[in-house]
Every structure is written in C-alpha cells, then in structure tokens.
C-alpha cells in the first residue's frame, strides 16, 4: 500500500466530563499510538467538568474545546466542527487503546469500499479493575447480557455489524459532518446515529482485534442505573423512527409486564401458570450457562453474581424502555 495513502489524517475526538480519574490514562494511550505523530491530531471536548479533568488536559499536546452546552451530542458535534482530519476516530475518556489502535482501523477502512462507513472493535474490561466491575464486564459479554451486540457479545473474524460503539470506532468524516448527532440524545446518540446511516445503506465493520479497555460500573447501583438509562434511550431512538432498533429491548419490556402482571394473567387465564414456569426454567438455566461462561473467564466465585446481575439489567432495562416509550413528548 502507498505510504501517502495507508497514513492519511485522522482526528482522534474524546468527549469528557468529570474524569479527572481516568482522562490521563486516555489521553497518554493517545499520544504513544504507533501512527505518524503530524498525521493525527486529539481532540477533547469537556461538558464544564467541575473537578480537574480540564486542568489535566492542558498539560498534553491536544486540542481542548469546552461544549457551549450539555449533551454528549453536541459534544461530539463540536468536535467534528473543528476537526482536521479526513476520519474521524472516537474514544471514551474512561477507556485506554491498544498502541496500535489507530493503525489497525485506518488499515482497514482505507482497503474497504466506500459502502463501509466505519470500522471498530471491541471494548473490553480492564484486568486489574475492581472484582464486581470485572464480572459486570464479563456478564456483558455472554449472550444473555448483550443479546448479541458487537459491543459486547465477542466475534471471532471481521464481520459486518449493525452498529458499534463510540467508545472503539473510526468514521469517514465527510459522511458524519453531513449526517450530524441528534442533539435530542446524550446517551444511546451514537446508536440513533448508526441506526440512521444503516438506513442509507451504508455498513459497519468490526474488527475483534482492534481493541480498546474500558472500564465498567464499580457498583450494582452504577450498573443498574446506567441499564436503566440505556433502555429509556433505546425506545426514545424507537420512537423517533416508528421502527424496532434492537428486538432484545421489546423482550425485556415484556417481561417486566410478565412479572407486573402475572398474577391477574393467572388468575384468569389458569393455563399461563405453565407457561409462566416453562419460561422461567429456561431463563434459569440460560442464566447457568452464563454464569459458567463469566466463570471461565475470571476464575472467580464472584461469577456468581451473574445470577444477580443479568436479572437486574433485564428488568431495569425494561422498566427503561417502558419509560422511553409512554414518557410525554417534549414539544419542539
């Protein structure tokens, strides 16, 4: 491959806010990437953090803009405003790249077709994160706890994808300075974005061994929050679009009416009751198999917790949707 092709310009953006523990580990995993140092530039976008994340920033060779106003969205917005770059590549500021991450992506996306509108991989928990983040990390990567999304669920090969996360993704700018972020979304924006441009036929390749480390919630309260948030932002992305994004969110919404309702169903439907039972064999065992699968991989009682950790997530994800789905609309 020619040299001035295989190394074009990249704009490397990090939205942040109040990450004064983690955006040094960011941006230092940034800087030491095995990529031309004059053929990309890193830019954060801080939304008005009140510790010392801005104050840290300054002290590296990057490009910090402050948001004009709150929203990951308009965050990302701004970065590509002032971006330099003919792609652009997005990262958590929670998360830390493989030195060769940069590389790896451009690589790629340079050699596929113009239909490929972003490469990515996976985000993968830190090793030496706490014992409960490390299970949730785990949990997350087994069918039951990512109904099978790239983001969480690992594949094997190169394989084209319906989306993948901001946290681990390089795009072609052009495509999304045109398409922009809907400012309406500050959590499941890069979902509502991808969905959008999935619709304009363009595609998603994830590569398993471009890897990003990123760390999960450190308590059951964070994890169940943020699965909450991710539910209600997931029938708000429905909604907009009158169309299914991601059928796991409709079972677990079920579900949760399955539990809220059971006893009226059976009430006055008797024969529910078997069905009721014959479902809850299954999740039970489905959750075994999980917890064997998290078992192998941190060697640790904790996967027990699998037990308790996917049932927390189906249901507050559920009780999210369902939120997203009957909340009023705002007027416009």
């Not at 990249?10 to 942040?16: E, H, K, L, W």
């Not at 969205?73 to 971006?83: E, F, K, L, M, T």
């Not at 439907?269 to 078997?274: A, E, L, S, T």
């Not at 192998?296 to 060697?299: A, D, H, L, N």
């Given at each position: 491959m ?6 074009p ?9 109040n ?21 990309y ?5 801080d ?22 106003r709150?929203?990951i ?11 330099r770059?003919s792609?652009?590549?997005f ?10 991450w ?10 596929s077709?113009?239909s ?11 090793d ?33 994808v319906?989306?993948?996360p901001?946290?681990?993704i390089?795009y ?26 999935r ?17 999960r ?5 964070d ?11 997931m ?11 991601r059928?796991?969110a409709?079972?677990a919404?079920?579900a ?5 309702f ?6 006055f ?6 069905i009721y039972?014959v ?9 075994a ?6 078992y192998?991989?941190?060697?640790s ?17 559920g009780l999210?949707f369902?939120?997203g ?8």
């Open positions: 020619d040299k001035e092709i295989s190394e310009q990249i704009s490397v953006i990090v939205v942040t806010k990450e004064e523990k983690n955006i040094s580990a960011c941006l230092e995993s940034l800087i030491a990437q095995d990529y031309p140092k004059d053929r530039e890193i830019i954060v976008v939304g008005a953090s009140t510790d010392k994340t801005q104050e840290i920033c300054r002290r590296y060779p990057i490009t910090l803009i402050i948001a004009e709150s929203g969205s308009h965050q990302r917005n701004a970065g590509i405003q002032v971006a770059g792609y652009i590549a990262t958590d500021a929670d998360c830390v790249a493989e030195r060769a940069l590389r790896k992506l451009i690589e790629q996306i340079e050699s077709d113009k490929v509108v972003a490469v990515g991989g996976p985000n993968l928990v830190f030496d994160d706490p014992l409960l983040s490390k299970t949730i990390g785990y949990t997350q990567e087994t069918l039951l706890g990512s109904g099978g999304s790239p983001q969480c669920c690992r594949i094997s090969k190169p394989s084209f319906y989306s993948i901001n946290c681990n390089l072609r700018k052009q495509i999304i300075a045109e398409e922009r972020y809907d400012d309406n979304f500050s959590i499941g924006e890069d979902a509502e974005l991808n969905f959008r441009l619709q304009k036929g363009y595609r998603f390749l994830y590569l398993p061994g471009v890897i990003v480390w990123h760390h919630p450190g308590t059951i309260k994890f169940a929050k943020k699965m909450f948030h991710y539910g209600e932002a029938a708000r992305i429905t909604r907009k679009h009158k169309k299914i994004i059928w796991y409709f079972v919404s079920l949760v009416l399955a539990v809220i059971s006893y009226p169903i059976v009430y439907f008797r024969p529910f009751i078997y039972a479902a809850t064999l299954i999740y039970i065992i489905a959750l198999i999980s917890t064997t699968q998290v192998r991989k941190c060697k009682i904790s996967s027990i917790l699998t037990m308790i950790l996917l049932p927390i997530q189906h249901f507050v994800y999210g369902l939120k789905l009957l909340e009023p609309r705002k007027a416009t």
